[in-house]
C-alpha cells in the first residue's frame, strides 16, 4: 500500500525559506491528487496547497499565495512544497496526503478528500 514520507521541516528564522519533500513508495502516484497540510498547535488540520496529478494546475491557501510553491517529480515519485518568506504562523506540522480518486478542484484542500497520509514534519517558525 501507499506509504508517503515527509522530510524538510526544522527551525527557522521569520522571513526564511524551507523545502518540504514528500517521498511516495510502493504505489506511483502519477495518477494522485497530492495535497500539502498544516497542523498547528491546538488547532485543526488545514489545507495549505494540492497540485493535479501532472503538476499542470496548482490551488493554495489565500494565506499561502504567493509565499508557498508546490510541485512534483512524479519520476521520483515526489511531492515538494517550497516556504519563503515564512511567518510565526506557519509554524506547525505539515503532512502530505494523497488520493487517487480525487478530481483536482475546489475540494482538493479538503483534508477528508484524501485517503493516504504522511507522518508529518516539523516547521517552527521562530526568531
Known amino acids: 500500500q501507499l506509504q508517503l514520507v515527509e522530510s524538510g521541516g526544522g527551525l527557522v528564522q521569520p522571513g526564511g525559506s524551507l523545502r518540504l519533500s514528500c517521498v511516495a513508495s510502493n504505489v506511483g502516484i502519477d495518477y494522485y491528487v497530492m495535497g500539502w497540510f498544516r497542523q498547528a498547535p491546538g488547532k485543526e488540520r488545514e489545507g495549505v496547497s494540492c497540485i493535479s496529478h501532472s503538476g499542470t494546475n496548482t490551488k493554495y491557501a489565500d494565506s499561502e499565495k504567493g509565499r508557498f510553491t508546490v510541485s512534483r517529480d512524479n519520476a521520483k515519485n515526489t511531492v515538494y512544497l517550497q516556504l519563503n518568506s515564512l511567518k510565526p504562523e506557519d509554524t506547525g506540522v505539515y503532512f502530505c496526503?494523497?488520493?487517487?480518486?480525487?478530481?483536482?478542484?475546489?475540494?482538493?484542500?479538503?483534508?477528508?478528500?484524501?485517503?493516504?497520509w504522511g507522518q508529518g514534519t516539523q516547521v517552527t517558525v521562530s526568531s
Open positions: 496526503a494523497a488520493d487517487p480518486y480525487l478530481q483536482f478542484g475546489r475540494y482538493c484542500l479538503n483534508k477528508g478528500e484524501y485517503e493516504w
